[in-house]
Structure formats: structure tokens, C-alpha cells
């Protein structure tokens, strides 16, 4: 079960203490992205001025009230939204369409539902061109089927399979490719609350082991809490970044233990407090 | 010690989902229903039930409405110039499906000949109509000055009855075949342009941003996302169109022409044929219903996702 998934051809991986030697990965300055409405043709701003820096093997939440332009973000950082103002680099290099050292975990798990799992997960292969042989990546297929623990399922089509099911083969589907960036867009929101903990610590599990640099998107705060290196709170729309708060909670934070912590319940509420205002201003003011 | 007890509240979890599946053993036997249980108990009379009971009872069903339409044709409440017995109607039926005309014959009585006179006629025209259709209708989703342009035809031809056209196109080709033809044409066309269209329209927009995350070009987004989407639409389409295929090729007959099922309904009750009429008039239910039934066949066979959706 545990494979052994670190032997990555990432040419600029640190290789000493990542998580110490906070070296910016992915850089957004002033940027302002929105979108263009074709049916009211008008301009949508749904992001406005955001500057953040995101270390290399982070793990950072973005948390916000619904329609605040967090799937935005990701999707800025992604490459599918081009930035209006301001600018945004991934390693150095501004950001100009998808690529290779990018994936993304849906919501709505956006498996192709006439694929099977297997070749669900060898879509991002086939659209990219990364150099492999055919056996290297039915290897690497294999493998992430494996870490998934969806071995037994390859012929299986999505429609088969249980939510939580689902979206462990999205995982497998962003994960397979060994991108330095994982970008996921409220992976578990349509999880039930039961297998919604489970698949976080084995997210967790994952991308430490991978040392994968992680922007996740969710609206819970104990999900941010319980993930997150760094949680950056995102006003109501057009977003703004209101505040960035660390975690400096002992990992993994899924025990009770940690949960009970004075310093959990004191960020918790810190939260709320943020996100209260944005929230009961927004009840009314939506869409 | 905590963390160990999530990890087997995950297995726990799963193990649930394994079973739901019902495409592999479960991994805990208590997550078994006993209506599975039942199901795969073997040779078992509930089984047999489960697998035909529905067929019985159609069967059934059917005989005892013909033996009631026996018993009331014969009782002599209705003449039987408009109401035929059943059997007589079933008679007819098989009698006009296993013989042929006589080659010197110069117009055939028989059904056979005029069954298959029609079914050319409507598969030439379903053909024609998906060779034309489905292609139109992919352009106007995928490209929006075609869609725009042919858009207002579309639905104004859609929303024309069919049949209105009959006249003009009898003006303009006289009783034949190809007026035939193109009226079938005609009517199938537009139910598979507006399905196909509707397809690439309504492909789902995180599928398109999931290709696209992954490094799809937009020839890869049509070909590898939004046609597969499309697809079942297609098969709605042409089975939509082949039903109003069906209709048009019946009026067309009955206008004008000296061959296909449509004439052969005409002159039965010309010549007060009813039995020859009512044989006709089930034939067409049969065909119709076989239509349907494959079509849904071949909808599960290429697009078995959906039918998930649907029910």
C-alpha cells in the first residue's frame, strides 16, 4: 500500500529541506482576472489586486464564500484564465496556458464518463506530450491506481463507482503526471462527512510523500484548518485576499487530540470571525 | 494509536463502496443485502420470476385483448366492414408477409412487396437526412457565426409542419419516389440537427476545463470530449427522426404514388378491405416499436452512462 512514489525526474526539485528553504513557486502580483459574460455582455471582475507568493511543497487553503473567484485563482494559476492585470509565474516563468507541471482536482470530478478508470487516468498522457514510452507510462498508471487502492477497478466505468470512488481516481488522474502543482477545486465537497476525513488524510498522505506544492480550495474551515500549511481568507466578489493565517498545528491534525488544542479552537474562531461578515454580507448580495 | 483507527474507518468506508458496486466481490461479507443474496442464491423460481416476469405479462396482456377483440368483432355489435375479427386481421398479416406478388403483376396486393417499398424509401431518407444532419448540427454547436446563420431555418423548418410541403413537393417532382425521398429527408433532418447541436452545446463545461487543465488542444477537446458527449444525442436524433421518417413516408404514400404501405392502407379502404387494413395499421405499430427498441439498444450499447442519468 505504501509505494514508494518519490523518485521524481523533477530537474528543479530542492533537494534539502523544502519546507524550510521557502522557495517561491508560484507568484501572483496585482493580479486582477474576470470573466467575460456572453449573454449580458459585460466584464465580470472576479478576483481584484491579489499578490500572494506560494512556496515550493506548501500546502495552502484558500478558503472564501461561494462565487468569490477562488476556483478563479486556481484556474489563474492553472493557465485555463489569463490574468486582466498584474501578473502571475509559476518557477519563474509567467503563466500562459496549462502545462505539464500543473493538475487539477474538480468538485464534480470531471472524469470523462465513456473512459474507464484506467484510462481516465492515462488521459493527461495522452494529451501531453512529456516523452514517455508506452510502458513507462502503463507503469506509472499502474502505480497510481495502486496508491489510490483502486486495483480491481481499472475496467470499471465512473458511473460504477461510489463519489469517494470517483474522485480517488481524479486524484490518481492529477497525481500521475508528477506535477509540482496540485490544484484542487473543493475535492471532497460532494463527499459524504465520513469518507470526506478519510480521503483528506490520504490526500495528506499523498502529497507528502510526493512533496507536491498544494493550492486547495474549500469552504470549511476545519478542512483548512486540518490541511493547510497557510490559509488565505478571500472577501466576497470581486476577491481580495483579507488575510493570510499559518498553521502552526503538530500534523497529522485528524486526532482528537489535536482538534482539542487550545490553539486550534483560538484559530477556528479567528476564522469565523473572518469569514462571518463575508458570509452573512454575501447571504443576500449572491449572485 | 488515533491514527490507526481512522485508517480502518477508511477501510471500513470503502469496504461499503466495494459492495455497492456489484462488479467485484465485496471485501466485507456483512455489507452483502439480502435481496443480492436472493438474486445470486442460484436456480430459483423468484429468479426465473425477476428475469421474465415482465415478458408474461405483456404476453399475456396481449392475448387477452385480442380475445376480446375476437369475441366483440364476432358478437356483431360493429359492422364488419369497419371492426374485422382479429384472427381474420392476423391472417391477412401472415398470409400478405410470406407471399409475394406474381412477377407479371403490374401493382402487387401483397404487404411484402409494399413493406419493403417503404422501408427503402425511409431508410434512403433517414440516411440522407443523418449525412446532412449530423454534420450541420456539429458545425452550428462548434462554430458560432455558422451556428448563427443557420439557426432561424432551422427552427423555422422545424416548426413548419412537414407535411405542408407535400403539395409543393408533388408540384415540383410529381408522384415519385424522390418526392418520397425528400419529404422522409425533410422530416428526419431536424430532430438530428437539433439533437446534435443541443450535444455540443451542452457539453459539460468541467470536462472541457479538465482536457484543457491537462493539456488538451482544441482539436483534442472536440474529438476526445466533445464528440463522445455528443454522441448519444446523435442516436436520440436519429431515432426521433427516424419516427417522424416514419410519418412522413406514410403521408407521402397516401398522397400520391402506387406502392408502400401508405397506398396499401388507401386502397383497403377503397375497397372496403378492412381486415387488410388493420393488418397494415399493426404492422406499422411493429415496425415502429422495433425501431425504437433497437435504437434504445444501441443507445446502451454506446453510451451505457446515460441510461445511469436517466433512471
Redesign the interface.
Known sequence: MFLDVTGRDDASTNSGDHRGAQQPLIVAKNMTVGYKLHRERKLLTALRDITLTVNRGEFVCLLGPSGCGKTTFI?AI?G?VLPWEGTIEVDGAPVTG???D???V???Y?????RTVESNIR??F???KLGMSKQQIDERVERYLDLV?LK??EK???????G??RQRVGIA?ALA?EPTIL?ADEPFAAIDA??R??MQ??LERFVTKTRQTVVFITHSIDEAITLGDRIVVISRRPGRIKEVLDVNLPR?R????VKSLPAYSELRERIWSLVKDEALSGAHGEE | MELGKGRSSVRGAWGRIVADTETNTPTDPKSFEDKDRIRTAGFSVGGLWDQYGSHVVTVVNLICFFILWEVFARSGVVNKVFFPTASGMFGTLWEGLTRSAPPDAIISGQIIDHLLYTLRTLSIGVTLACLLGVPAGLLMGGNRYVEKILSPYVWGMASLPRIALVPLFILFMGFTVKMQITIVTLSALFPIVINAWAGVKTTEKSLIAAAKVFGASRTNIYVHVVLPYTLPFIIAGIQQGIGRGMVAVIIAEIFGGSNGLGFLITRAADTFNSELMYAVLLLLVIISLSFIKITRMIEIYIAPWRQQVVM
Open positions: 484556474n492553472s485555463i496549462p502545462g505539464p500543473r493538475a487539477m474538480f468538485q464534480d470531471a472524469l470523462m464518463p465513456w488521459m493527461p495522452e494529451f501531453q487502492e480491481g477497478f470499471s466505468y465512473p458511473y460504477e463507482l461510489s469517494g470512488m488522474r503526471t490544484l465520513m469518507t476525513e478519510a488524510s490520504e497529522p485528524f486526532d482528537q487530540d
